[in-house]
């Protein structure tokens, strides 16, 4: 434990509008049995911060006008199965409100691949699209798949052409395993380090939407800029303005009571303390958040599954980081 946060790494990057430049801290080792300290080139599984990033590839299409955020994706990919799927929009895919469930099982009965993929987009629903707000994996997957029958490109390609363009160069789905960050030890893989933590993504065997980037905390803080400079990043600009308030703006409400805006979660009290910020988390012990008003943002990369997931709660770590943002 680093720094009061369970695993054996732990990443921050805190930066204020008019201070002398970012706050970094790196803390542990890269795993329990690597004694080399942390580096800034130290790349963590992102987890579910490759949602954002899938987010941003989405919003770009929409722009190119390859895709409608409101039309019907059905034309392009039958998604979800039961009353209503055919009037699921990419709107609701990447605001979790399609009805999908939160993941699909199918790894667990030794599918794999296409096979898997396959079933899993065919989720059955479970609400009418529009009526709930569900956090869904399989939500992203199928948007994933989608981007690449638009676009006829890999998802991996479309991944890399934003994050190069806002800074993000290190990103990466097959990490240097020296360099990356270990994360849980599990009973049917061991320990688990340069490959993706995430058991759907694993058995998917390729680029998904929900999860398998790894990246450092510099790359998630590229992110973070990207929202706070209304898309521009330092090779241009990455999404229009426009396209950034729908990542910042709630459309939705989640059970919890945080708002989820396209992407991103809007003033998650269970993560971000009492913050006016939006942001993401990662199950792996990876966060951002951005507040609304200053600008100010802070990324925290931990990898608090390593060794094990059981009985372990970085919330109380990210409350204290995020919630002095803006002050």
């Known amino acids: 434990m680093v720094n009061g946060a369970p695993g054996s790494a732990w990443a921050s990057l805190r930066s ?91 790894w667990r009965t030794g599918l794999t691949g296409d096979q898997l993929r396959a079933t899993v987009i065919a989720s059955g629903l479970r609400a009418e699209p529009g009526a709930v707000h569900l956090y869904s994996d399989v939500g992203f997957i199928s948007v994933g798949e989608l981007l690449e029958r638009v676009s006829a490109r890999p998802l991996a390609e479309l991944v890399a052409e934003a994050a190069v363009l806002m800074g993000a160069d290190s990103l990466t789905l097959n990490p240097p395993v020296a360099l990356a960050v270990a994360t849980e030890m599990q009973p049917h893989r061991g320990l688990v380090r340069g490959e993706v933590h995430d058991e759907l993504a694993h058995a998917l065997g390729r680029p998904a939407g929900h999860a398998g980037l790894f990246g450092t905390v510099h790359d998630v803080a590229a992110l973070a800029r990207l929202i706070c400079d209304e898309g521009f990043g330092p090779g241009g600009r990455v999404l229009s303005a426009d396209s950034v308030r729908l990542m910042t703006t709630p459309v939705a409400t989640a059970e919890t009571g945080y708002g989820q805006a396209v992407g991103l979660r809007v003033r998650d009290d269970a993560w971000m303390g009492a913050t006016d910020a939006v ?23 931990t990898n608090r599954v390593h060794p094990s997931r059981v009985d372990v709660d970085v919330n109380p770590a990210r409350r204290a980081f995020f919630g002095e943002l803006g002050h």
């Open 16 to 106: 204020n509008p008019g201070s002398e430049g970012d706050e970094l801290t790196l803390l542990g080792t890269a795993a329990d049995d690597d004694p080399t300290p942390l580096r800034p080139e130290h790349l963590f599984d992102l987890a579910s911060l490759t949602k954002i990033f899938t987010t941003v590839a989405a919003l770009r299409q929409v722009e190119a006008g390859m895709l409608g955020l409101d039309a019907p994706v059905s034309g392009v990919l039958a998604v979800g199965r039961g009353e209503g799927s055919d009037r699921i929009t990419l709107r609701h895919l990447l605001t979790h409100t399609s009805g999908l469930p939160a993941e699909g099982g199918g």
């Open 279 to 301: 942001g993401h988390t990662g199950f792996t012990g990876t966060a951002f958040a951005v507040h609304r008003v200053s600008g100010a943002f802070g990324v925290l990369l």
